[in-house]
């Protein structure tokens, strides 16, 4: 019987060495590694599922270990996010949640899953205090009111 090139992932050492795999395939070439950079992420997300330690830790703070991890400064999430400075500022400094295509750059990029920046955190920005959540950071406000 033939071994299988990926199997389902046992150890904190294999999810390493998937991540880095799956890192290397999608830089090289996505169309001609699809089918294994596929395999490979639902491989890594069923180990991100059972094994998540991001519980406790809001989105932002998880990106900022994460941009550490990888030697990645704010001006590399331009690129990343396609965002402007601002925007990447406002985000790392809690006056703006992060929206659902962020979360989903956020997640293809550092190949873990979703849920870990798709949770409730505080905002700081004064227009925003009135919400407990980042939830309804994206919605329109209506900061002046007519009397008239």
């Known amino acids: 019987m033939k071994k299988l090139k990926y199997t389902v992932i046992k150890s904190k050492k294999q999810y390493d060495e998937y991540c880095n795999i799956l890192e290397k395939l999608i830089m090289a070439d996505k169309e001609k590694y699809s089918d294994e950079i596929e395999l490979l992420t639902v491989l890594v997300e069923k180990w991100d599922n059972e094994h998540n330690s991001f519980e406790d830790v809001d989105p932002v703070e998880l ?7 990888n030697n990645l400064k704010a001006k590399d999430l331009v690129g ?3 965002l402007s400075k601002g925007t990447i500022s406002k985000i790392l400094n809690y006056q703006k949640g992060l929206s659902k295509e962020t979360i989903r750059k956020l997640s293809n ?3 873990i899953s979703q849920e870990a920046f798709n949770r409730p955190y505080k905002l700081a920005n004064e227009v925003n205090k009135r919400f407990r959540n980042a939830t309804l950071m994206n919605t329109k406000k209506n900061l002046k009111k007519n009397f008239a």
Not at 63 to 69: I, Q
């Open 63 to 69: 990106l900022k270990s994460l941009m550490n991890e």
């Open 80 to 82: 990343i996010l396609d």
């Open 109 to 111: 990029y550092f190949s």
